[in-house]
């Protein structure tokens, strides 16, 4: 459970945090999420006892982010192997060489489930590419 939403509900708030400062596009989230408060945000998600130890870093998020706030720019390399602006990204992020270039199992369909129910929250479009079963894992 903590690495669903972890993996849906950081870059979301992030993304909320930097729209209502006006700064979804202009700013790097460090500037608003530094290591240090990320790392207050998840305290315990490196315990030995969190099922999820070592799964979600601040890299991970950073990147994440820069994909949901359309920072990203897929290069030649990236367009070659499927991987285009969109939570897909995020998933192959995070995820990669577990769910992506596959058919998409039930759980990704749940997180896509949770991610447009939050979305829908936050009143922001959902995007396009909302899985990576096309896409190649980043090496």
Known sequence: MLK????????????????SRGRVQSEDISEIISRDLFNEMLKHRNDAACPAKGFYTYDAFIAATNVITEQWTPSNADSDAGRELGYGVITNIINGGIE??????????????FYKRY??????EYGNSLDCSNQSPFA
């Open 4 to 19: 669903l939403c972890c993996l849906i509900l950081l870059p979301l708030v992030s993304l909320s945090v930097s729209a």
């Open 100 to 113: 992506c270039g596959k058919p998409t199992p039930s759980q990704v369909q749940d997180r896509i489930g």
């Open 119 to 124: 979305c829908d929250l936050l009143q922001v």
